[in-house]
């Protein structure tokens, strides 16, 4: 099983600032990994497939970088709506697909 | 507009069985593999089933693996999760997944909006 982890848990950023989450693969995935974006009460939504490529109608402001193992998810300018939960997942080996743990921005 | 909308979910006890459904619309629902993904309370996700276009390959986490039949009927266009023998760690809100790709299972870019499923005596 790939094992995706996460860092950090919790990252506190100020509205306008950049955040930069991080995505680590416990083996090499090449490009296969989404990004999803979590706000209370809701479905995960899609923001990044094929670790770069954002999905339709995500603003520019969230990239996606890396290949192998080490992946990252920018947001450039944190806007009010985007303090949510954030996942990746791999789909380059399965059974089964994996999930990260999470990355929580929260409102500096 | 493609639409999931899942139904079924509710209180159960242990051991016993749950049907859950996924009504979805706006996309030819036979040209795409669909998945089941879970969340349990205040956790992260985990996923637990996925089902190929056609219906003829499935998948399961080992967590679930013989106890969760994952189906579809396309002339429905419903996928379905059989979840038999549940247990308390099956307590979690249950999300149907339209996969990006099709044919092959990759990520997700369409979500229902959820069914909670309770494990509970």
């Known amino acids: 099983e790939v094992v995706m982890t996460q860092s950090p848990a919790t990252l506190s950023v100020s509205p306008g600032e950049r955040a930069t989450l991080s995505c680590r693969a416990s083996q090499s995935i090449s490009s296969n990994l989404a990004w999803y974006q979590q706000k209370p009460g809701q479905a995960p939504r899609l923001l990044i497939y094929s670790a770069s490529t954002r999905a339709t109608g995500i603003p520019a402001r969230f990239s996606g970088s890396g290949s192998g193992t080490e992946f990252t998810l920018t947001i450039s300018s944190l806007q009010s709506e985007d303090f949510a939960v954030y996942y990746c997942?791999?789909?380059?080996?399965?059974?089964?697909?994996?999930f990260g743990g999470g990355t929580k921005v929260e409102i500096k | 507009e493609v639409q999931l909308l899942e139904s079924g979910g509710g209180l159960v006890q242990p051991g016993g069985s749950l049907r859950l459904s996924c009504a979805v619309s706006g996309f030819i629902f036979n040209t795409y593999a669909m998945s089941w993904v879970r969340q349990a309370p205040g956790k992260g996700l985990e996923w637990v089933s996925a089902i190929s276009s056609s219906g003829a390959s499935t998948y399961y986490a080992d967590s679930v693996k013989g106890r969760f039949t994952i189906s579809r009927d396309d002339s429905k266009n419903t996928l379905y999760l059989q979840m038999n023998s549940l247990r308390a760690e099956d307590t979690a809100i249950y999300y149907c997944?339209?996969?990006?790709?099709?044919?092959?299972?990759?990520?997700?870019?369409?979500w229902g909006q959820g069914t909670l499923v309770t494990v509970s005596s």
């Open positions: 997944a339209k996969d990006g790709r099709g044919n092959y299972i990759s990520y997700f870019d369409y």
């Open positions: 997942q791999q789909s380059n080996k399965w059974p089964p697909l994996t």
